[in-house]
T-cell receptor, first 115, second 113 residues
């Protein structure tokens, strides 16, 4: 069965550039969340989308944006990249939007290196 | 907002011994507490979770306990094996909080032969 899929798996960008990361949730899942995991730390919540609407936003600057498409896939965009944006970006999907009611599954992530 | 603290940061045990990892949370409204295992370069994988209407849950060699009064929960791994070596993260979420999981800082578990 297909889990959460993310692309690209690895990428290198230069400071100031823009990046787009993509995620396809598990079939039937309508909620997608994005997390940033800096090396040696736990994942930090960035966004949640459900039925194409933003349902939550973490403490990240406006350089970070996301959207969800009618097929429930999602994109995370980061503008004006900084060295500190280097991290593993994880996409998570779930059937419904509330964590207390269902299980959250993570994709393999996109490793972003900013040089 | 929610704050989750996790201890210890590193844990080394002999194969066959038990391992215990503890987490505390700050928001009394939190009601969902998953544990994830993350191997080097891999995604976090859910290994067990517990909801606030349950005090303990067990799945083979893994168990989680929850004390809502004290706002702490623990992961117990019995009969540890080398393949249990990984980083373990606890997390917390509250009803109506969407899918926002607040993670602990992780525990590097090493199971030695």
């Amino acid at each position: 069965d297909a889990g959460v899929t993310q692309s690209p798996t690895h990428l290198i960008k230069t400071r100031g550039q823009h990046v787009t990361l993509r995620c396809s949730p598990i079939s039937g899942h309508k909620s997608v969340s994005w997390y940033q995991q800096v090396l040696g730390q736990g994942p930090q919540f960035i966004f949640q989308y459900y039925e194409k609407e933003e349902r939550g936003r973490g403490n990240f600057p406006d350089r970070f944006s996301a959207r969800q498409f009618p097929n429930y896939s999602s994109e995370l965009n980061v503008n004006a990249l900084l060295l500190g944006d280097s991290a593993l970006y994880l996409c998570a999907s779930s059937l419904v939007p509330d964590a207390s009611g269902n299980t959250i599954y993570f994709g393999e992530g996109s490793w972003l290196t900013v040089v | 907002g929610e704050n989750v603290e996790q201890h210890p940061s590193t844990l080394s045990v002999q194969e066959g011994d038990s391992a215990v990892i503890k987490c505390t949370y700050s928001d009394s409204a939190s009601n969902y507490f998953p544990w994830y295992k993350q191997e080097l370069g891999k995604r976090p994988q859910l290994i067990i979770d517990i909801r606030s209407n349950v005090g303990e849950k067990k799945d083979q060699r893994i168990a989680v306990t929850l004390n809502k009064t004290a706002k702490h929960f623990s992961l117990h791994i019995t009969e540890t094996q080398p393949e249990d070596s990984a980083v373990y993260f606890c997390a917390a979420s509250k009803g109506g909080g969407g899918n926002k999981l607040t993670f602990g800082t992780g525990t590097q578990l090493k199971v030695e032969l």
